[in-house]
């Protein structure tokens, strides 16, 4: 155990090639999706994991300019995805989470467009968006259901077993998310002060964040209907290992997947009758 945790990258260069290789390793999985994925819970799916991943470079930038407090607020909401993920799934909520979320946001484009001081600075473009939008606003706004609602973290990463990724990742990253009484102490330092020889922070929030995005798109794959082949599984299983060990036998793996794919499908298209 000692020597397994002395082996975990710590090397900015090493953590860059990993997401980099994963990035690529989720173009080739979206992609799979978009050519083959018939229902919302595809669509849905494949957001998150191109969300995720776009989040999950945005913490190593971050991370690398030196601002670790930053980083950890993008993992917080990095956290956040693969709970909400998770929770569409083992409630089949989709349609309903859709719903949600073009009510929120009509509503919230509502408010600029009606606002005296702001609507005529408002491009035309976005206007005309909302008009074609009412027919369907006004039809769920009638809905007398009761309206989805997001889940609790707490409560999701308990039902997940992984309580540990809440309390150490999500409620952590909390108090940098909100302010505290020291917040700002090294920004002042390094704003009125001569710069020292740059030294990266501790890369254990860029690790954390590529197991993360590993365990949204594990879930994406999970709650689609399609077939997927084992060896997308087996890279997300290796770049897991490769953040315990260093070891980068994910790198082979995605290797492989570049030399079968796009000529050999990665997946199979579910049944039509069981598109959601």
Known sequence: MHESAAMIPTESEALYQAIDTFRVYCGVVLVSFSRHGQGLRETIGRNFIARGMSCTQSIFAVWKAGSDQDAWILHRSLIDRLLHLH???????????????????????????????????IPKGLKELHKTEKARYDLLASNKRAPWQRPKAHDVAKEMDLSFLYDLGYDYASMHVHP?????????KAL???????????????????????LIVQEALNVSKMRWRAILYDFLTQIRVFLATSDPQYQVTMHKIGKIWPEFELCESPDPADAA
Request: proline share 6%; no cysteine.
């Open 180 to 188: 505290m009484s020291d917040d700002g102490h090294d920004d002042f």
């Open 87 to 121: 929770y569409l799934g083992v409630t089949d909520t989709f349609t309903e989470f859709d719903e949600y979320s073009f009510l929120s946001r009509y509503a919230a484009r509502n408010k600029l467009i009606s606002d005296p001081y702001i609507s005529s600075r």
């Open 192 to 214: 009125t002060e001569s710069p020292p020889e740059h030294a990266l922070p501790d890369a254990t929030v860029v690790r954390n964040s590529i197991l993360v995005q590993s």
